[in-house]
């Protein structure tokens, strides 16, 4: 199973990108859809969820009301828009695919990575 994201760019603060991701392969298990960030230096660390059935998300207080995720676990496709970006939004994003709805995060499946660089 591959993992592929895209929509990573530079922008300046305020304004909005949307990441996508898509997985190709054999299929797989309903799992929790997600995306994560990293910056040099610090963990990975979440960002959203959306539950497998679609009904429940999750996010980092950090991006509550600026980010949304949405989702198609049917077709293995997950997004993230978002807006109202801030410098320290800026990070390498990761789609990721396991079971991310619970206080512990236990991912199956990761993507490569999209660059989002937000400038002052």
């Known amino acids: 199973v591959q993992l592929q994201a895209s929509g990573g760019g530079l922008v300046q603060a305020g304004g909005s990108l949307r990441l996508s991701c898509a997985a190709a392969g054999p299929t797989f298990s309903n799992y929790d859809m997600g995306w994560f960030r990293q910056t040099p230096g610090k963990e990975r660390e979440f960002v959203a969820g959306l539950s497998w059935s679609g009904v429940s998300t999750a996010y980092a207080d950090s991006v509550k009301g600026r980010f949304t995720i949405s989702g198609d676990n049917t077709k293995k496709r997950v997004y993230l828009q978002m807006n109202s970006l801030k410098p320290e939004d800026t990070a390498v994003y990761y789609c990721?695919?396991?079971?991310?709805?619970?206080?512990?995060?236990?991912?199956?499946?990761w993507g490569q990575g999209t660059l989002v660089t937000v400038s002052s």
């Open positions: 990721s695919f396991g079971d991310l709805m619970g206080q512990i995060k236990e991912s199956q499946y």
